[in-house]
DNA sequence: CTATCGTAGACAAACGTTTGCGCGACGCTC
DNA sequence: GAGCGTCGCGCAAACGTTTGTCTACGATAG
């Protein structure tokens, strides 16, 4: 019969179907078949063994196998995302962006969650590198974080978002810090706030850092004497926000409203002050950083500085396939500016009129 | 010079080191380096040239090429997960699950979001299938779904997560809706309430079905008549669950209490009864499913069907690495038993109690 | 009729591993 | 001292692609 040669064809167990198998089948060289399915444009191929061909790779939905690929291309068309932790709904939102912008050009996307622990960080990119991932979108940075200057040495293309290390010239996307943080505590101080507390992110994460200074700069400009007692370090977990705030309105003289380095920062204060039987904004008025979803949830609102999360992530991973393209790193940097969003923890009754309605678009379960 | 012959190193650019490269710096064959990298317990290696080599390994850090690897071994030590969405709460906590159990057994995991459509449901199984993921984790699964029948011919391992598909005997690791069903709607009917409204799934997946059915045989049990008008199809977003609770609380004679098929769509419930002037729990009670963090940081809390979320995922991924290493489709389903937690959207005041403190372990950003 | 040329497709090497097999060399026994 | 067992390691094929080069063949021209 036709087709029946020495075809080494082992149709007993469903196997993915591979290039020599096809190329037995239609009595051609592997590569042909490999050109075909590739519109190899420098290469000639006979109108009828092309048209034989491509029925056959229709036929059998034949679909290259990727990993020979990626070991010859060189390439995995595989990003990862390396971030602290995806339930918080910041990292979650940044994620989406990241998938979002990076699929439609063939990409898979891993998550890598580090616990915000720099040996699982590590440990995690060892394995990424290993895996010859294209490039590795970093947001659980630090600074002077060795992992980023082995990134650099092993000339793995990747982008930093959110936090910034060193002062480094790598790519990155992010919120002007010092701005929004300015912009946050200018707001409490035009309410009428004198004792403004600040619940401060780690010293270790730029962050952390801008924030910090931007809250002690608007105080100075504002002709208000920081007091050093109401600067306290609460990280970026909702407990460390609670036990935080509990500190500062224990306080001799305690503040009347806090700025939260965090939005989760603010949400454990909201729930220490109303532990504490205080009222919010009344007693304590309360701003956030970033708004996630929940802040314009919960009751009363969070007032917060609006940072397009979705977006950091799509440009991330734009500036990410702009530098795998090019092969060489590019170390654009852009920054956001953020925007107040005022809410009913700042200002009571305003989350009746339009500001406090943002419906974030939450998909399908 | 010892050691300068004709290896062909080229450390002009630096590229991953590969075992070719050790075999010429130790003056040995590659399949020997390999064997010391694998600790081959079958090959004795003399004990100076193993320890020549470890040496070698260690000064460069080898690492070996997983892309090649996985061509030769046939498996990637990569995992997916495909979901609807994972800026939703739910999805976050159970790929946190899925990635802590698969890490330490040294897999990484793809994320995949189809946003409920089967179009992106199946291109992202394509995409999986070419890259040869060793297994998936399918949580955005429908009735009758042919994503689920072609992984089933394919033969890759895979296990569903929450929904279920076709009456099928995969792998299966979710809660008994239709008992968290019931317990929510007996627990409304113990309250008093007569008139329960229930904010529907799609009829086209096995959650909306099974806990719509376990809300209407509730009421039976209950000795309450059905009313069909008091059952909406909401889905399972925020703004369904909106909408939804708008059409229900316009009814000639409104439903007292709701009963929402899942937490969101609660969040949806809340904020529309918020809208038209009513009060939780007094003038509506809701009742949501999943308990998901935000639940119990909403004001009042949301009464709901607790489900170990994070669980799921690590359950999950300990029977999709069972399947894996057998090589055979266990057909092992988990069903957990889902309990009632009742907060202050269904008893007034209660949130003040122990019941209303859940903390959930939101980490560092 | 032969030299030339263009075309269709085969050949083979390469990507970086893993692993069954086999071969020399050494030491032991009889 | 010949045979045998063991030890240590090299050889080569294989995983499934991609791609530069080379060949065979038919046509055309001189």
Redesign the interface.
Same mark, same amino acid.
């Given at each position: 019969m036709l087709g029946t040669g020495k075809t080494n064809v082992n149709d007993g167990c469903?196997m993915?179907v591979t290039l020599k198998q096809l190329a037995a089948r239609a009595r051609v060289h592997p590569s042909t078949v490999s050109r075909v399915a590739n519109r190899d444009p420098r290469l000639r191929i006979a109108a009828e063994t092309r048209s034989r061909i491509e029925a056959l790779l229709r036929e059998t939905d034949y679909? $290259?196998?990727? @990993?020979?690929r990626? *070991?010859k291309l060189r390439q995995?068309? +595989?990003l990862?995302v390396v971030i $602290?932790?995806?339930?918080? $709904?910041?990292?979650?939102?940044l994620?989406?962006g990241v %998938?979002d912008g990076a699929a439609p050009r063939?990409y898979?996307? *891993?998550?890598?969650?580090t616990?915000?622990s720099p040996e699982r960080q590590h440990s995690h990119l060892?394995?990424?590198? =290993?895996?010859?991932v294209d490039g590795v979108i970093l947001a659980s940075t630090y600074l002077e974080d060795p992992t980023v200057r082995w990134l650099r040495?092993?000339?793995i293309p990747f982008v930093l978002v959110n936090r910034f290390s060193d002062e480094g010239q790598d790519a990155f996307v992010g919120s002007d810090d010092l701005r929004g943080a300015r912009a946050a505590t200018g707001h409490l101080v035009e309410l009428g706030h004198h004792r403004i507390g600040h619940l401060a992110g780690k010293p270790t994460v730029s962050t952390g850092i801008l924030r910090r200074r931007g809250y002690l700069e608007e105080l100075g400009t504002r002709g208000l004497e920081p007091d050093p007692r109401l600067v306290v370090e609460a990280?970026?977990? %909702? =407990?460390g926000g609670a036990s935080a705030t509990e500190r500062l309105l224990s306080l001799a003289s305690p503040p009347s409203a806090i700025f939260a380095v965090?939005d989760?920062t603010a @949400?454990g204060a909201f729930?220490a002050v109303r532990r504490m039987g205080l009222r919010i904004p009344e007693d304590v008025a309360i701003v956030g950083y970033n708004d996630i979803? *929940?802040a314009s949830?919960? +009751?009363p609102g969070l007032t917060t500085v609006h940072v397009p999360i979705h977006e950091l992530g799509t440009v991330a991973a734009g500036l990410l396939l702009e530098q795998i393209d090019s092969g060489e790193p590019r170390q654009r940097r852009v920054v956001f500016n953020p925007k107040l969003v005022v809410r009913g923890s700042t200002v009571a009754g305003i989350d009746a009129t339009a500001a406090g309605r943002a @419906?974030? $678009?939450?998909?399908? %379960?």
């Open positions: 469903r993915p679909r $290259p196998n990727g @990993v020979a990626g *070991l995995s068309l +595989v990862a $602290p932790d995806v339930t918080n $709904p910041f990292f979650a939102a994620f989406r %998938e063939g898979n996307v *891993l998550l890598c969650n616990d915000g060892q394995s990424l590198h =290993a895996r010859r040495e092993e000339r990280g970026y977990s %909702e =407990a965090t989760m @949400v729930g979803p *929940l949830r919960l +009751v @419906v974030w $678009p939450f998909a399908t %379960e």
